[in-house]
């Protein structure tokens, strides 16, 4: 199987929408509350962060292969 390059930004949308899933579920069987009014704007912010990281980490890494097929 090949190896493909790691996609930040899905990974990070994955672990904070399972990280919101995990919330509810707790608050479902505690008394902790996650306010929604809260929850969806935090899921936005974090989502523009992800989006934010997975960029700057795919464009560092096409300037990497970029200044590498220049020192060929």
Known sequence: ???????????????????????????????????GRLAFPLLLVGLGIAGLTGALVAQSRSDRELESESHE
């Open 1 to 35: 199987m090949r190896r493909h390059s790691l996609d930040v930004f899905s990974l990070v949308s994955g672990l904070l929408i399972l990280g919101f899933a995990i919330a509810y579920f707790i608050g479902g069987y505690s008394d902790f509350r996650l306010d």
